[in-house]
């Protein structure tokens, strides 16, 4: 048996053991006479049972497996969510457990619950494209842990600010793509180097110290380390792994295999996932000003093409992700918020953020020619399965 098939199990497990708690808790409102609760539960519980027949069903149509793998991959994360609160609550609230034990020890399963759900539903999506909406649309995993559970059951803050900010939800996030990355047979998120001798540790050097430059002139110098906080720290620690596991990981790596068959395919990727990096910050609107939302897309852009530059020629994940979580660390302590302080962006700002995009496009198109490039094109290879071994077997 290969380690998917052990997570084939576990999932089938998993929507077993979901379905009996919905409907437990359908039967137990249903006697409380809370009818419209039932109504809600039912959907999900139908769609859950949907997916598990068809799964215990090996000889359906292709389009029936391929319809119910869509109808899975955008709603069954939530539902394993709703049933995660329902769980965890059940447990504080009718055994009468301590809560920062119950809560701590729920959020170690919810970290790996998506796993299973990747390996099965993620893949059975083939094409770029399909894999590119599950990509974005499991994104999801990360703000919704506490979409059904009431905050005051949590009685260690830290715990809240953990699940709040979306710290679980992005090392859940990073699993979920992990997993499918490998059932799409993509990609590794690089821990241990693979530098051969055309490797110029010189560039790394610089590409270090422009990181660090940047990060210390965002912030006028060196921040004050008296505003250090739980909350700013776990949504920076967020922001790095929750963004780089989807905008370097997981985009680059459909990229570069959607466009194997195009010689331009890495600076066509490096781009165009930069270029999706700036648009997502435009969702922080919601919470501060049109222009200055508008400023930091346009920021952001330039960042994600250096950052997607470190990642691609160290084949490092970890390093894109410490190095972009110390820019924003550095930044909300400087600051004292994790959102944008002014309301209104100067003539000289646009200016410094333009000069900033245009010098890390020239580094860019640096790091596309020469020695260089070759280090970044054999990433790229093993970026996207070539000379990578998939899946683990083990012999009874």
Do not use: C
């Not at 359908?26 to 519980?45: D, E, I, K, S, W």
């Not at 701590?104 to 909406?133: D, K, N, T, W």
């Not at 799409?184 to 110290?209: A, E, M, Q, R, T």
């Amino acid at each position: 048996m290969t380690g998917r098939d052990y997570l084939k199990i576990w999932y089938r497990v998993q929507i077993g053991a979901t379905l009996l708690v919905l409907a437990a808790m359908m039967v137990r409102n249903f006697n409380m006479g809370r009818q419209h609760v039932v109504t809600v539960l039912l959907a999900p519980v139908i769609i859950l049972a949907i997916g598990l027949t068809i799964e215990l069903l090996p000889k359906l149509p292709a389009i029936v497996r391929r319809l119910n793998a869509w109808l899975q991959g955008i709603l069954q994360p939530l539902i394993l969510v709703v049933a995660w609160d329902v769980i965890t609550r059940e447990i504080i609230t009718l055994l009468r457990l301590p809560s920062r034990g119950v809560v701590s020890l729920m959020i170690i399963y919810y970290v790996v619950m998506f796993a299973p759900f990747a390996s099965v539903i993620g893949g059975q999506l083939h094409s770029s494209i399909e894999r590119f909406i599950f990509a974005v649309a499991t994104f999801q995993v990360v703000f919704t842990p506490l979409v059904a559970f009431p905050d005051n059951l949590i009685t260690s803050r830290l715990l809240l600010l953990a699940l709040s900010t979306g710290a679980v939800g992005a090392l859940a996030y990073f699993a979920l793509i992990v997993t499918v990355m490998r059932a799409w047979k993509l990609s590794w998120p690089g821990l241990k180097p693979h530098w051969s001798g055309d490797f110029n540790w010189w560039i790394l050097l610089g590409l270090v110290v422009i990181d660090l430059a940047m990060t210390f002139l965002n912030v006028g110098g060196v921040p004050s380390f008296s505003k250090v906080n739980w909350q700013l720290t776990l949504t920076a620690f967020e922001a790095a792994v929750a963004e780089e596991t989807l905008f370097r990981f997981a985009i680059l790596g459909i990229l570069f295999y959607a466009w194997r068959n195009y010689r331009q395919r890495l600076p066509y990727a490096l781009v165009t996932s930069s270029i999706l990096f700036g648009l997502m910050h435009l969702t922080n609107a919601a919470e501060q000003g049109w222009e200055v939302t508008i400023y930091q897309a346009v920021a952001v852009i330039g960042i994600g093409l250096f950052f997607a530059v470190v990642y691609v020629y160290t084949g490092q994940l970890w390093l894109a992700m410490v190095m972009h979580g110390l820019f924003d660390w550095l930044s909300f302590l400087a600051t004292g918020t994790a959102t944008m302080a002014n309301s209104h962006v100067g003539l000289t700002e646009w200016i410094a953020v333009l000069v900033e995009l245009v010098i890390f496009g020239l580094i860019t198109a640096w790091m596309m020619v020469g020695q260089r490039r070759k280090v970044m094109d054999r990433h790229v290879a093993r970026l996207t399965g070539a000379k990578q071994h998939f899946d683990f077997q083990i012999q009874y």
